[in-house]
Nanobody, 128 residues
Framework: QVQLVESGGGLVQAGGSLRLSCAAS????????MGWFRQAPGKERELVAA????????TYDDSVKGRFTISRDNAKNTVYLQMNSLKPEDTAVYYC?????????????????????WGQGTQVTVSS
């Protein structure tokens, strides 16, 4: 079993930055693809970014490309989401998730249903 704990959320003004962290415990997640998702009030949970087990392959939602960066440190069992140039529309609860599937070293999924473990989420609020 894997436990995921997000941290780093908070209140920030538009144009500011935050760095989210997702620490895993229970077992190593170095063999899992990882993703960051977000859910705003009244909306479905959506992919923000995902990263392969090695960190060599990443994907982003179009709305965050060029502003957000996903990375991982397998030695620390931690995944990060660096968020720059934040906008009010980035306001949401951000979730970290782990995907046990393995198809290739570059594998990651953009689908919520492919992820097996989820954190409790951290609130990000961007004021205008």
């Amino acid at each position: 079993q894997v436990q995921l704990v997000e941290s780093g959320g908070g209140l920030v003004q538009a144009g500011g930055s935050l760095r989210l962290s997702c620490a895993a415990s229970g077992r190593t997640t170095s063999g899992y693809a990882m993703g960051w998702f977000r859910q705003a009030p009244g909306k479905e949970r959506e992919l923000v970014a995902a990263i392969s087990r090695s960190g060599g392959s990443t994907t982003y939602d179009d709305s965050v490309k060029g502003r957000f960066t996903i990375s991982r440190d397998n030695a620390k069992n931690t995944v990060y989401l660096q968020m720059n140039s934040l906008k009010p529309e980035d306001t949401a609860v951000y979730y970290c998730a782990a995907d046990r599937h393995y198809y290739s070293a570059s594998y990651y999924s953009r689908r919520t249903e492919d992820y097996d473990y989820w954190g409790q989420g951290t609130q990000v609020t961007v004021s205008s």
